[in-house]
């Protein structure tokens, strides 16, 4: 990929001085858009795509651009929208002590020691990332493990999911009274409010230096991976009101991913919603639990785990779903709710019908309202999702991570209940509007990825197309926001794309057992790339949002 305009190629235009209004030409490359399913070419002009279509009619604009970009080849597509991100938590998992890669107990002992030894000024240790699910010895650490490992000092790991942690002596004793919360139990992991105590503590110790350098962290990466917008999934118990803040006044006077921001506090009058409106906040929505997850056993299901003898941990009824979503609505903010369980998916929907009751049906389908994970999903619980207008923000590598015979959802509930989990192709038939994302740090920030796993779901007739897939994380995250003019290279839409290099493009023609695949351009449906299991993922070269490169890779 060359630029005409590049004074020193392979290195990155300072984004900060860049002209606000340069007019761009992309040429010589294959440009995903509906407007033209043959398109080699396109021109940004003031943020936005002004035109697509083919190298012939290029000649025509060349003169006229401030830029010409030579794409010898390679894909322009939508930039990704990744629906929902803990973006400081993400980069502080980028910078610090990151579990997710430990294959075993001891392997993740020895990174505390290793993080310990190289930060000693840090009042308390953090780190993130522990599944002990698929660790051989099935067993989180121990409170003398860690304690060991820590040198004595406080430190919280939080698991894989984020809904619960394994913490030190050291970090129980800085929270007065843990003992004595829900959640809190002497050897084994905190969930709850005991949790929630000592995460409040633990971020506590957080500088404004770390978090912004955290922050920049995340976009940065996001950036990398060809991602133009995240949906910051902040709110009391996730973070605090500075760090959410912080991040939104970061995203306004930095270049990168756009973020737009939920807060998810419960709201029961007008004052509560004008607080969360003047906070930037889009809604009152995203991580408001109604229950917690799979792997924590604390989702709220309507039969017992198959390998614990409770049904995890309801924490919002009904009744307090449908105020919620009411006063939401009736303030012009979308509602939503963290639901993974199929109890929790029930208690949202039975919730929003009574709103609707309330306020109108209308109104309620009009605000697209959201569910995030929405996993534990019936053909009831579907229907109604599409009757209530719900969006479904899910997250597909939860299911590459997890599902299977022998995968986490199969320990937790039995191969039989872990078939039905996260039916995209079902959401799909009933109308439902999918929006994709990663739940980072949850699991990693990799669009590509995502989509692959949908299109490979462990469970085949939960698999959708590559190119359902592709808009669920293109289109999907930006009408998930309210912008039904986004998310596709169209002229008139913001200037948000990417470019990739990548192996031949394919059109994906799924039937019920299998994923064929076809070359024929006679189609008329826009190439992607072949993501079969074992290929490599497309490589990101260059993204731009509303105009503005805000990443190119070295040497391009």
Known sequence: MTNRTAPDPGTAP???????????????????????????????????????GSEGAADSFASGVDEVIDLEGALVTPAFTDAHVHTTATGLALTGLDLSGARTLPEALDLVRDHRAAHPGDRILLGHGWDSAR???????????????????????????????????????????????????PDAPLTAAAHHAVRAAAHGSISARQRTEAQRAARARAASLGIGSLHECGGPQISDEEDFTALLRLAEDEP??????????????EKGARRVRELGAAGAA????????????????????????????????????AAHVAICTEAGLQAGFHAIGDAAVSAVVEGVRAAAARVGLARIRAARHRV?????????????????????????????????????????????????????????????????GSDSPVTPLDPWGTVRAAAFHHTPE??????????????GGRRAMGRDDAGTLVPGAPADYAVWRTEELVVQAPDDRVARWSTDPRSGTPGLPDLTPGRPLPECLRTVVSGQTVFLRPNE
């Open 372 to 436: 995030e994970h929405a996993e534990m999903l019936t053909p009831a619980t579907i229907a109604a999702f599409a009757e209530l207008g719900r969006t479904a923000s899910v997250q597909p590598v939860f299911d590459a991570f997890w599902g299977g015979a022998d995968g986490m959802y199969a320990q937790r509930l039995g191969a039989d209940r872990a078939r039905t989990l996260n039916p995209y192709a079902a959401l799909l038939r009933a109308g439902v509007p999918l929006a994709f």
């Open 135 to 185: 660790w051989p010895e099935q067993r989180p650490p121990s409170r003398a493990e860690l304690d060991d490992a820590a040198g004595g000092r406080p430190l919280y790991l939080t698991r894989i999911d984020v809904h619960s942690a394994v913490v030190t002596t050291a970090l129980l004793d800085l929270v007065p009274g843990v003992t004595s919360l829900t959640g809190y139990h």
């Open 14 to 52: 300072d984004i900060r001085t860049a002209p606000a209004h340069r007019t761009t030409l992309l040429r010589r490359g294959e440009v995903h858009s509906p407007a033209d399913p043959f398109a080699t070419a396109m021109v940004v002009e003031r943020g936005h795509i002004a035109w697509v």
């Open 462 to 475: 939960h698999r959708i197309s590559v190119r359902a897939a592709f808009t669920a994380h293109t289109r």
């Open 286 to 321: 995203g991580d408001l639990f109604v229950d917690g997850s799979l792997g924590s056993h604390t989702a709220s299901l309507r039969e017992p785990y198959a390998d614990a003898a409770h049904t995890g941990t309801a924490q919002l009824d009904a009744a307090a779903i």
């Open 256 to 269: 990168g991913p756009r973020i737009h921001g939920y807060w998810a506090e419960r709201i029961t009058d």
